[in-house]
């Protein structure tokens, strides 16, 4: 296994991560995290980060490294899983992790019954997944703050259909891969 990726902007900029192996895990790209964080002019500084699908954890070690708070990395595979621990003691920043290794509805109801919320929540599922649940089940528990953005990274040919309760903010395409930015409706929109 090879470090393959590198953090594209600040605390560790230029450092290298570990992806893991196999074809189920599709990193996002450097160029398009750099153009995700371009998008999101600092919003991970200071903030809370739930990085749901993590993979190999670059959305959330690329928060990170930009000043957010802490993230909670969330993969169902143990593989995935032992490379973000592994990525995280790369950078000695395991004292700004939390590590959960369930899948998107188990986290979230885990979260939610917790009090977790969240300023910035990264959704980099697999290509052509329905996201509708997975967002219902976000406002359900009330895991992103009013205020907050989620990230939600798709095929550049899919349309993301948001359920009652969020908006678009905005959304670029960069060859295949797409970046959605989005986030809870005003509550007097709701009205």
């Given at each position: 296994?090879?470090?393959?990726?590198?953090?594209?902007?600040?605390?560790?900029?230029?450092?290298?991560?570990?992806?893991?192996?196999?074809?189920?895990?599709?990193?996002?790209?450097?160029?398009?995290?750099?153009?995700?964080?371009n998008m999101l002019q600092g919003a991970s500084g200071n903030a809370g980060v739930l990085d749901l699908f993590a993979g190999s954890g670059a959305l959330g070690f690329e928060a990170l490294s930009r000043g957010a708070a802490a993230v909670t990395f969330c993969d169902t595979a143990p593989g995935a899983m032992a490379v973000v621990r592994r990525n995280a003691a790369l950078l000695s920043a395991q004292d700004r992790c939390?590590?959960?290794?369930?899948?998107?509805?188990?986290?979230?109801?885990?979260?939610?019954?917790?009090?977790?919320?969240?300023?910035?929540?990264?959704?980099?599922?697999?290509y052509g997944m329905d996201l509708a649940p997975v967002l219902l089940e976000i406002l359900a528990?009330?895991?992103?703050?009013?205020?907050?953005?989620?990230?939600?990274?798709?095929?550049?040919?899919?349309?993301?259909?948001?359920p009652a309760g969020f908006d678009t903010l905005r959304s670029r395409r960069y060859g295949e891969s797409a970046i959605t930015l989005i986030t809870l409706t005003m509550e007097e929109d709701r009205a």
């Open positions: 296994m090879k470090a393959n990726l590198v953090i594209t902007g600040g605390e560790y900029r230029s450092r290298r991560l570990y992806a893991p192996e196999g074809r189920d895990t599709r990193p996002t790209r450097a160029m398009v995290r750099e153009a995700l964080f939390t590590f959960l290794q369930l899948d998107w509805c188990q986290a979230l109801h885990k979260l939610g019954g917790q009090g977790e919320r969240f300023d910035l929540i990264f959704l980099d599922p697999p528990q009330g895991t992103l703050n009013p205020g907050g953005q989620a990230v939600v990274e798709h095929g550049s040919r899919e349309e993301i259909s948001l």
